[in-house]
């Protein structure tokens, strides 16, 4: 039996002019995502993208897997193809929904005709379909509000198409149409939400980590590595620049008053972050924060803090509970990975003590007691990069 996987697009139907550049955007995506998965044929028709494996080696079960994490997708359907004949039709519906139909009580059927050469209308091939399997599945009955199992039958140019309930997509829109951003990205739980977050809304992302060696490991930064990639199983491949950040941090520890310590780190990272965002064409800064979390998460410490820069800095997690964060970071795959006990640089020198409302002037009188522009240039040149999303062969 011939199948197929059938796409509906999300928001991106409403995009007026928009919309060709976010179709294309997504059949591109799709494509590279599929390339180690076997040949398929990735097209759009009639407002719906169709995946077809090509041949017995395409594997469709890692294709669904791959469609549900491409943004832009608001459902996908795995769905069998017939020729354009009722009876054929009535069949295939049968076996090929035979598992879900029978584990259902209620069902009915939805039909669409886009070719209107075919000899029964929608309601008339709802109707037929309909009476076959209940005479098939004598169990079954009718349930045209609340069906378990609702049918779909698509008449369209290509054939016919059956199948069962569609899965939900990722939703959002096509990662590349929204410009790109830099996700200061930490190993904790909330940064890789917001980069998933902000991926979400059709942004790429450049990752940007601060490292302070030899106080947090190589190994801590293997898990960030590891976070992104999954964060890129969705947000498709991006590049990761590592700060060596000790330095910086140490002369704040030696010149700065201690509750000062938090907040004069956060704005070195944030104006390092955008020099670097800068030279890799982003146009925003995305971080964790989620307001009151802790003490540099007060509106008075990010009006600080963001004062540092002159990007845009985007935090999408700043009205969500922690418990939501938690729950998305199960969701993406990035929870269990967070959870692993590393240190982060921010944790290496934590004040007991820290200021939850600094005042602007006070900590810039503080900073005046160090070299801003000689720390930022001299961990700037001693970043490093590495790839990520790239490892999984051809496929981005
Ligand atoms: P997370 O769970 O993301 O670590 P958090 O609640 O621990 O967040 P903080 O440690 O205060 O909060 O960090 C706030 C935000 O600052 C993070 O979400 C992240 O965007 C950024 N950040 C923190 N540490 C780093 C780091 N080592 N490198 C890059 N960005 C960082
Ligand atoms: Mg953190």
Not at 216 to 222: C, I, K, N
Request: charged letters at 25%; proline letters at 5%.
């Amino acid at each position: 039996m011939q199948e197929t996987i059938l796409i509906k697009l999300g928001e991106l139907v409403l995009k007026g002019l928009n919309r060709k550049n976010f179709e294309m955007v997504l059949l591109k995506s799709l494509r590279r995502r599929l390339m180690n998965l076997g040949e398929f044929e990735v097209k759009s028709a009639q407002s719906t993208i169709y995946v077809i494996p090509k041949n017995e080696e395409a594997d469709l079960d890692a294709a669904e897997e791959k469609v549900g994490k491409v943004f832009g997708i608001v459902s996908y359907s795995r769905a069998c193809v017939v020729e354009k004949d009722l009876p054929a039709i009535q069949k295939a519906a049968a076996d090929y929904l035979r598992d879900e139909l029978l584990e259902a009580s209620t069902f009915k059927v939805e039909s669409k005709r886009s070719d209107k050469k075919f000899p029964y209308t929608s309601p008339e091939i709802s109707r037929e379909v309909g009476a076959y399997l209940l005479e098939q599945f004598p169990h079954l009955s009718v349930d045209v509000h609340n069906p378990d199992v609702e049918v779909r039958v698509e008449v369209r140019d290509f054939g016919a198409y059956v199948h069962g309930n569609a899965r939900p997509g990722a939703g959002g829109i096509p990662v590349g149409t929204g410009g790109k951003a830099a996700i200061l990205i930490s190993g904790g739980i909330d940064s890789p939400v917001a980069a998933w977050s902000i991926a979400k809304r059709g942004v790429e992302l450049t990752a940007i980590h601060f490292a302070s060696p030899p106080y947090t490991s190589q190994r801590a930064e293997e898990k960030v590595v590891r976070l992104l990639e999954k964060v890129s199983e969705y947000s498709g491949r991006m590049e990761m620049i590592t700060v060596p950040f000790t330095h910086i941090q140490e002369e704040i520890l030696a010149k700065c008053p201690e509750e000062l310590f938090t907040i004069i780190m956060r704005r070195f990272m944030m104006r390092t972050a955008e020099r670097i965002a800068r030279r890799k064409g982003c146009e925003a800064l995305i971080t964790g924060e989620s307001l009151g979390q802790v003490a540099s998460q007060t509106m008075q410490a990010i009006a600080c803090t963001d004062a540092a820069v002159q990007m845009p800095v985007f935090r999408p997690l700043i009205g969500t509970d922690k418990a939501e964060i938690v729950a998305t970071s199960y969701k993406i795959g990035t929870y269990d990975i967070s959870i692993e006990p590393y240190e982060d640089c921010c944790t290496v020198f934590t004040p007991k003590h820290p200021r939850t409302r600094p005042i602007l002037h006070i900590v810039e009188t503080a900073e005046s007691a160090l070299d801003v522009e000689g720390l930022i240039e001299e961990c700037m040149q001693n970043v490093w990069y590495t790839r990520i999303g790239w490892n999984r062969k051809k496929e981005e």
